[in-house]
């Protein structure tokens, strides 16, 4: 399988946004972890000096082969199977900006939440407001944005919601006057995710405590098997 977007290794420059995003769900990343659509391992190095049983799973094979020669030092294990296709059960299972790539991603979500161990965690960052859909989006093949109405239709029996919160009010405003200023864009450029990453994200940091997590480009939502 072939990833069909170009943008990892200009969004592996946004490490301020990783690392918030780590701040948000460090605490639930466990035991023996699996990443899902690890791509090129942007976010894995933020937590994995810290997990002595870590699993990353990518399908494409140029990502795969990247993260392996990137993680060749470590103790990680590496995989091309889908979550279905492993015979194992995980405390901690995460799909940061992964599952809208996944075209059945409720039957995804409930395959994922059947692997967790009891008290397990299930970790899901998306870029949240259909009505944001772009260009982008498309290229990258998102097959969708999500609303709250998603998650909350999910009725996964024997869980409990421990985090469902919007993240990067500032973003949002960004990503709307992108997509109408900057119509015939794909990609955005090094520098527009340099600004965003640098400059607005750290004053998302407020405003998203500003607005209480109600609103914001992405949604991060924390469950767990009881």
Do not use: C
């Not at 470590?74 to 199977?81: A, G, I, Q, W, Y």
């Not at 965690?121 to 944001?132: K, Q, R, S």
């Not at 992108?178 to 015939?184: H, R, S, V």
């Amino acid at each position: 399988m072939k990833y069909p977007g170009k943008e990892l290794e200009n969004f592996d420059k946004a490490t301020i946004w990783r690392k918030y995003i780590y701040f948000h769900i460090q605490s639930f990343i466990r035991a023996k972890v699996l990443e899902v659509g690890a791509g090129i391992g942007s976010f894995t190095e933020n937590y994995k000096h810290k997990i002595k049983d870590l699993t990353l799973s990518e399908l494409d094979a140029n990502n795969l082969k990247i993260i392996k020669k990137k993680f060749k030092s470590t103790n990680l294990s590496f995989t091309n199977k889908t979550v279905k296709n492993l015979n194992k059960n995980f405390d901690t299972i995460m799909y940061l900006n992964v599952l809208e790539h996944v075209k059945n991603d409720k039957n995804e979500i409930k395959i994922a939440f059947q692997k967790l161990k009891k008290n397990g965690h299930l970790i899901i960052l998306v870029p949240a407001h259909n009505e944001l859909y772009s260009k982008f989006d498309k290229a990258v093949g998102h097959f969708k944005r999500y609303d709250k109405n998603f998650f909350d239709n999910l009725n996964l029996k024997n869980s409990e919601i421990k985090k469902f919160i919007f993240l990067d009010s500032m973003g949002y405003l960004l990503y709307f006057l992108n997509k109408f200023f900057f119509k015939d864009e794909v990609y955005p450029s090094k520098f527009k995710i340099l600004i965003w990453d640098k400059i607005f994200t750290p004053m998302t940091f407020f405003l998203d405590k500003l607005f209480l997590n109600k609103f914001g480009k992405n949604i991060l939502y924390i469950v767990k098997k009881l």
